[in-house]
């Protein structure tokens, strides 16, 4: 939700209102990367999250985080350790389709 709240900013051209969102994103990932599982993402859904599954959500949050950013190929690399960690991710797996390796996207569209 956050990182369409985020595109959404960029849209109206509140860039610092998307950042925010963004790098809110970013440091959620890092927290459950980290093991603080009370800022889990999926909360209502974690009680029976496996570690692997923890940090397959982790990288998918850092993942959005940098590509809302426009920094694609970091969000490539953490979609595809959201994959590597949960082959069933399928967030990860559809994101990872949206951010093509090598690729910087334009941020101010």
């Given at each position: 939700?956050?990182y369409?709240?985020?595109?959404?900013?960029?849209?109206?051209?509140?860039?610092?209102?998307?950042?925010?969102?963004?790098?809110?994103?970013?440091?959620?990932?890092?927290?459950?990367?980290?093991?603080?599982?009370?800022?889990?993402?999926?909360?209502?859904?974690?009680?029976?999250?496996?570690?692997?599954?923890?940090l397959?959500?982790?990288h998918?949050?850092?993942g959005?985080?940098?590509?809302g950013?426009g920094?694609?190929?970091?969000a490539?690399?953490?979609?595809?350790?959201?994959?590597?960690?949960?082959?069933?991710?399928?967030?990860?797996?559809?994101?990872?389709?949206?951010?093509?390796?090598?690729?910087?996207?334009?941020?101010?569209?």
């Open positions: 939700m956050e369409y709240r985020g595109l959404a900013a960029l849209r109206l051209g509140r860039k610092a209102a998307a950042q925010h969102f963004f790098d809110h994103l970013i440091a959620r990932g890092e927290k459950l990367l980290a093991g603080s599982p009370e800022s889990a993402f999926f909360a209502k859904f974690s009680q029976g999250q496996s570690d692997r599954d923890r397959a959500d982790a998918y949050l850092i959005l985080g940098n590509l950013k920094e694609a190929a970091k490539q690399k953490e979609f595809q350790e959201a994959v590597k960690l949960d082959v069933g991710h399928l967030g990860a797996a559809s994101a990872q389709a949206m951010a093509p390796a090598g690729e910087e996207l334009d941020s101010s569209r």
